[in-house]
């Protein structure tokens, strides 16, 4: 297995534009969920889905952010529009189970950087 | 509401040689989890070590090793002779057992292993 994949690895753009960051699970996960890393707050969940339904979305940060999970083999996390105070290291992580025997697996994120 | 704090925000050891990392948390639940993830430059968040609350013997992943204290709800991570690819964040993290949550981390140790 390729692991969970994310993509774009770096995306830079400029405040007030649409962002799209995307994930693929790893097949067979149930599991998935989006993690945002800053220095100020280091690892905060922004939410987390349970067979594509969001089950816990109390993490977003406010109304710019929305997270779409429209099969069990991808997910999108879009901020519209962005700012600069969103600039951070996003990442997604899947799992089989709320609690496997092996921790999430981590993608390798997505670099944002708004200018 | 949980908390992980990692009291040593960076960390140097010569190669060859032991180190521990500290993790103390804090939470009034009795059955939980804890782990430690790495996080080397490439950004990929790895699964060092997990330990279950209700185990009392401590989990051991060849040169890793915790040192789980749960009355003082501290979780150190031990690294025996240390090598050059330990050079990475260390994460320690914290998940209920129950049917809602994920994984709350903690700010994370930057350690440096040095030739």
């Known amino acids: 297995d390729a692991g969970v994949i994310q993509s774009p690895r770096h995306e830079v753009t400029e405040m007030g534009q649409e962002v799209t960051l995307r994930c693929k699970p790893i097949?067979?996960?149930?599991?998935l969920f989006w993690y945002r890393q800053t220095m100020m707050r280091g690892l905060e969940l922004l939410i987390y889905?349970?067979?594509?339904?969001?089950?816990?979305d109390s993490g977003m940060p406010e109304d710019r952010f929305s997270a779409k999970m429209p099969n069990a083999s991808f997910s999108t996390l879009k901020i519209q529009p962005s700012e600069p105070r969103d600039s951070a290291v996003y990442f997604c992580?899947?799992?089989?189970?709320?609690?496997?025997?092996?921790?999430?697996?981590f993608g390798s994120g997505t670099r944002l950087t708004v200018v | 509401a949980q908390t992980v704090t990692q009291s040593q925000p960076e960390m140097s050891v010569q190669e060859a040689e032991t180190v521990t990392l500290s993790c103390t948390y804090d939470?009034?639940?009795?059955?939980?989890?804890l782990f430690w993830y790495k996080q080397p430059p490439s950004r990929q968040m790895i699964l060092v070590i997990r330990?279950?609350?209700?185990?009392?013997q401590n989990a051991t992943e060849n040169r890793f090793s915790v040192n789980f204290q749960k009355a003082a709800k501290s979780f150190s991570l031990k690294i025996s002779d240390s090598q050059l690819g330990d050079t990475a964040m260390y994460f320690c993290a914290f998940m209920r057992s129950g049917s809602q949550g994920n994984l709350i981390f903690g700010k994370g140790t930057k350690l440096s292993v040095k030739p």
């Open positions: 889905f349970n067979n594509n339904v969001p089950i816990d």
């Open positions: 939470t009034s639940e009795s059955n939980y989890y």
């Open positions: 992580a899947s799992s089989f189970g709320r609690i496997p025997n092996y921790g999430y697996t």
């Open positions: 330990q279950e609350a209700y185990k009392q």
């Open positions: 097949s067979g996960h149930d599991y």
